[in-house]
């Protein structure tokens, strides 16, 4: 729980009251490498914080499984628009690793957004490192050639890059398998 309040520290002051509700409230929760965490025909209540492991955000699209997100060691995962909104939407989560997390509920986050303002800044401020990151994303794909892209993808992903299956960075970079061997093994 230690990395989860140092977490938040590094955008709010997190008092005593503060942390006391969030350790009544977050429960540690482990899963095993292809572990599916989140189905799409579900709608995601929980929020998880990842102190060891990797996990993926996916949805499928004609039979095939398209990775649109990676989160890893001290980041947040859920599916965004199914839980903010609780409602059903596309996406899957899986576990790439064995993998080890804390939990939030959805009603325990609005309790702390009621009960905390600092909670409130806390989410402004770490959505905001989360925009930046999906304008740079989308400014990638659209903009930049396959090896371009895969540049950015090793700069975004440098800490994990590597423990990141070949065909789920293909499908996160929306290229064939084959041209990213390519790109690999231009030097």
């Known amino acids: 729980m ?33 572990e599916i965490l989140h189905h799409a025909s579900e709608i995601c209540f929980n929020s998880y914080f990842i102190k060891k492991g990797l996990l993926r955000l996916y949805f499928v699209k004609n039979g095939k499984e398209i990775s649109d997100y990676f989160c890893s060691e001290n980041e947040w995962v859920n599916s965004p628009r199914s839980f903010m909104f609780r409602e059903l939407d596309i996406y899957f989560i899986d576990a790439l690793e064995d993998t080890e997390t804390f939990e939030l509920k959805i009603d325990d986050l609005m309790y702390l957004f009621d009960n905390f303002p600092e909670m409130e800044r806390y989410a402004r401020l770490s959505m905001n ?6 304008i ?30 070949l065909g789920m960075t293909a499908s996160y970079l929306g290229i064939t398998q084959e041209t990213l061997s390519r790109i690999r093994g231009q030097k």
């Open 129 to 134: 490192s989360l925009l930046y990151q999906i």
């Open 2 to 34: 230690k990395n989860l309040i140092q977490h938040f520290t590094q955008y709010i002051k997190v008092s005593t009251k503060l942390e006391n509700q969030l350790i009544e409230r977050i429960s540690y929760k482990t899963f095993k490498k292809g």
């Open 136 to 165: 740079e994303r989308i400014t990638s794909m659209r903009f930049s050639t396959a090896k371009e892209k895969y540049d950015h993808f090793r700069q975004t992903y440098r800490k994990i890059h590597p423990r990141i299956p």
